[in-house]
């Protein structure tokens, strides 16, 4: 087989990418992990990371993506802090175009790059994104202490958010387009019975108003069929937080199967459609999207890709 630069290169070091750089530098692979930003991902957000198994007193997730990322390089994991221009498979070999013009090269690849936090799309929304608009509670919480806070989404992501913002303020507003919460039942739970938290069920947030920065928004609300209604109304804001759901990054790979959405489609050894390409993480078409669930699937991912190297140089067991 050709020489290549690594045996393994991930693109992404979420908990996914983590972990598959943990367990395939374990299994004497070169591996080679790209990542623009710190190792972490959407994980160095949270707050408190509670319901990770074995973790019984909570973690924050910039001590739990350190942990992953130290654990990975003590196995022999290399690790470049890289942007990823473009992807090209010459018969049994990636070769991974980098922001500065060098080139990786390895007969398996990992996509564990996650998914981007999805835009409602509506007048001031950009206009005010950094003065009030945030996608972070923590990032950008602590500038709204005592603040009157609107979070717009029905997730896990939105009533973790939510919870996290009643610490700083009183006046939170969790608004969301149905009925009912579509969070885990103990998550949602919490939330509603929060004293800091006021919910706001069928109801979707139109338009973000203000001058120099975010001083109101318009509400409308929706019917059973989560359809606007015409009912509006316009209320003071401060801050308004975002948890709508993610966009899968997936623009790399083009010719791979994805779903409707966008995510890469994998068999349950986390192989793409592409021989040699695997998928891991909030990247690929998975009913559950939790850190636990990337943990595994990266996990899961390195063995398979150990698997199929051994194949490729006539070692199958």
Known sequence: MTETDADLIIIGAGPAGLAAAQYGARANLRVLVLEQMAPGGQVLLIDILENYPGIAQGKTGFDFSDDLHRQAVSFGAQFLTEQVLSIKKEGDIFSVTLNKGAVRT?????????????????????????????????????????????????????????????RLSSQVILIHRRDRFRAQKAIADRVLH????????????????????????????????????????????????????????????????????????????????????????DVRATPFRQVVVAAAEGAIAAHSAAEYIDALRGQAY
């Not at 009030?132 to 603040?147: L, R």
């Not at 318009?218 to 209604?229: D, G, M, V, W």
């Open 106 to 166: 390895a007969p398996a690849l990992l996509i564990a790059t996650g998914a981007k936090h999805r835009k409602l799309g509506i007048p001031g929304e950009e206009q005010f994104y950094g003065r009030g608009v945030s996608y972070c509670a923590t990032c950008d919480g602590p500038f709204f202490k005592n603040k009157k806070i609107f979070v717009v989404g029905g997730g896990d992501a939105a009533c973790d958010e939510a919870q996290y913002l009643s």
């Open 194 to 281: 929060n004293p800091n938290i006021r919910i706001s069920f069928n109801t979707i947030m139109k338009e973000i108003k203000g001058d120099k920065k975010t001083a109101s928004v318009i509400l409308e609300k929706t019917t059973a069929e989560c359809k606007p209604s015409g009912e509006i109304n316009e209320e003071a804001a401060d801050a308004v937080f975002i948890f709508t759901g993610t966009d899968p990054q997936t623009a790399l790979v083009s010719d791979v199967k994805k779903d409707e959405t966008g995510y890469i489609i994998t068999d349950q050894r986390m192989a793409s459609s592409l021989p040699g390409l695997y998928a891991a993480g």
